[in-house]
């Protein structure tokens, strides 16, 4: 199956009344246990990529893996850059294929992130492709980057924000974490005062380490995707780290990563059948 546009894929989700997962990859192992945790359970999402991890490869590279996975594939799945730092990374992803797309210049003073995010959204809009933005800053650890920001989403800004930018999903922040390191803890009436305010469906990043119930609890409020990363990678480095542990001498890469691939599936069935218990 070919990859999905990310405004059917939001169609889909609406019509199915399903909370999006979007897993994080880095590398095949991920991105085929990835696919086949879709598709054994029969519900779509997105894969997706940070800008920091297109350090490793490029999005030509990760779009062309992507594809590959999918080829005996008929879950709907789109192939989303999270994170994306820069004007740059969002062309060559658009160029490579990318279906789905996420700025984020929550960084930024509040002029600059809506300046940005419209710059984008002009740019992914002319292509078909829907647009991801961030308000309010999320603390923790995503990939190589560190942040000890914790700016919760200031309501007060979210229609503005929306209106002026134009973007099609809104990534809040309202006390979730990035990583595993800390704890979360959701501001459920912030959430719901976000929600009868913003015009668009709502994303939460962080999803590893929030209880399953809250994530269900959030669908009420316009939520539909939700990101998981640490999950993932934990339970594929813990198929290498096990066998080192277990023999020092270990070096068939080939049986672990087959191995990895299947503790990933695991995982993200487990997840998507979490999340959308209805």
Known sequence: MQLVN???????????????????TTNYELTAGIVKGYEAMGLGGYIAISSSNLKLSSPKIIANMVKAAMKDVSTPIALHLDHGKSFEDVKACIDAGFTSI???????PLEENIKEVKRTVEYCHFYGIPVEAELGAIGGKEDDHISEEDAKTNPEDVRSFVEQTQCDMLAVAIGNVHGMDLVPKLDFPLLEEIAEISSVPLVLHGGSGIPFNQVRRARENNLIKVNYGSDLRQAFIRTFGSAYEINHNEFDIMSLSKEAIINVEDRVKAIIREVNIH
């Open 102 to 108: 996420m700025v984020d210049a929550s960084h930024l």
């Open 6 to 24: 990310g405004f059917k894929l939001m169609e889909y989700a609406k019509e199915k009344k399903l909370i999006l997962p979007a897993f994080n």
